[in-house]
Structure formats: C-alpha cells, structure tokens
C-alpha cells in the first residue's frame, strides 16, 4: 500500500546531541511537511517543500534543519535538541492540483524525548 | 493570523451521535478538514468540505459549513467506541499550508 513511513517510531537522545527523524514515502506526492506537535496542541507547521523548494516557517527556530535528497525521502535534523523539543514529529506529503487542494497524509510519527 | 478554534473534550454513551464543533477566522477559507488521530497515531483525513457547499455527507459523517458565521461541525452517528480519538479541524485558502485546531478529544462511553 502507498504510504508515509517514519522512523523510529520513538526516539531518545541526550540534551544537545544531533538527531535525526526520517520519512519516506511511496504516493510520489510533490510535497513534503514536517509538523511539530506537542500534547494537546495543534500540530505546528515547521517547513515543507515543494518539489526541491524549501519553505521555512517563520518562527521555526534554526536548531531545525531539513533535507529532502529525492521525492521519497525527508529528514528533520536537530541539531541541538533542548528539553522544549520532544515532542512528536510528524510528516505528512500532499499533491496539490492547482495549489488548491490541500488533503494532507501524515505518517504515524515519531515521539522524541529529550534526557 | 488564521486562528481555528475547538472545545478539547467531549463525552458521549455508545449509539449517540456526537457532535464536534469548530470555528475559524479566515474568510478566504477554500477547503475545511476534519482530520482523526487515535493514541501515538498520525493524523488521518476523515473528510472535508469546499467553502461554496453546506453540507455533505459521507457513511456516518455529516458535515455542516455554516460560512455566515465560519462555523464548521463534525457529526458523527451511532457512536462506537472505536471512534474514541482527538478530532482536528483544518483550514486552507490553497495558498498556504493548513491551519489546524488543537482538537477536540472523544470519548465513548461503552
């Protein structure tokens, strides 16, 4: 079946040690979204790109990076993870017709925790 | 900013229906979602609705646009416990990414 992969499904990492999250997909989408989402909030939009078009959020702060090498493959990287960033990170891709439609599918994420 | 707003929590008995509100402030809303998300799950889209139709209904679903009063609502019939899970509203004027509720968490009594 098509889908959106993430791993790990969970992952730890020490205080200000890099880490990076993965997805991967197999619907071909053009578009690829990394979303941050913290318990009882709505996910946040960090960045997404378009094709190889890097679109960054305002207030997403520089301690996250993302790199997109193919249509298939997206990282988020951290590059130095504080208490306030474990969360759960999800990924989603969508293939917008006209820049109109905006139906998204998210991958099952993967909750980081912070030690 | 676009702003969507949602109650947090909402209880119903198994077989009632359910009723999931939702409002926003951007009138050039195109599209409005409803997405699911059950526990350590991604988002999944339920169903959504263009900003020129009322209603619409899919199986047990039933969503109503109120565009008047940017009022969107989820109706969920025959409530079963496998519903139980946080409900997102979602926006999207087709030329930025959607806007998202913080969600509103079902639960279903058995």
């Known amino acids: 079946d098509a889908m959106v992969i993430q791993n790990p499904r969970y992952q730890v990492t020490q205080f200000g040690k890099p880490v990076t999250l993965s997805c991967s997909q197999t619907?071909?989408?053009?578009?690829m979204y990394w979303y941050q989402q913290k318990s009882s909030q709505a996910p946040k939009l960090l960045f997404h790109?378009?094709?190889?078009?890097?679109?960054n959020e305002a207030d997403t702060p520089d301690n996250f990076q993302s790199r997109r090498p193919n249509t298939s493959f997206c990282f988020l990287d951290i590059r130095s993870p504080g208490l306030g960033d474990a969360a759960m990170y999800l990924c989603?891709?969508?293939?917008?017709?006209?820049?109109?439609?905006?139906?998204?599918?998210f991958g099952s994420g993967t909750q980081l925790s912070v030690l | 900013g676009e702003d969507v707003e949602q109650s947090l929590f909402l209880s119903v008995r198994e077989g009632d229906s359910s009723v999931i509100n939702c409002t926003y402030t951007?009138?050039?809303?195109?599209?409005l979602y409803w997405y699911k998300q059950e526990p350590g799950a991604g988002l999944q889209l339920l169903t959504y609705i263009f900003s020129n139709m009322d209603m619409k209904q899919d199986q047990r679903l039933t969503v109503l646009l109120n565009k008047k009063d940017k009022h969107l609502s989820l109706r969920i019939a025959d409530t079963q416990t496998g519903d139980s899970a946080i409900y997102f509203c979602a926006e999207s004027t087709g030329n930025t990414p959607l806007v998202f509720g913080k969600g509103t968490r079902l639960s279903v009594i058995a």
């Open positions: 951007d009138s050039s809303s195109t599209y």
């Open positions: 619907l071909n989408h053009n578009v």
């Open positions: 989603a891709t969508s293939t917008p017709d006209g820049g109109v439609d905006e139906k998204l599918f």
């Open positions: 790109y378009y094709d190889k078009d890097f679109n």
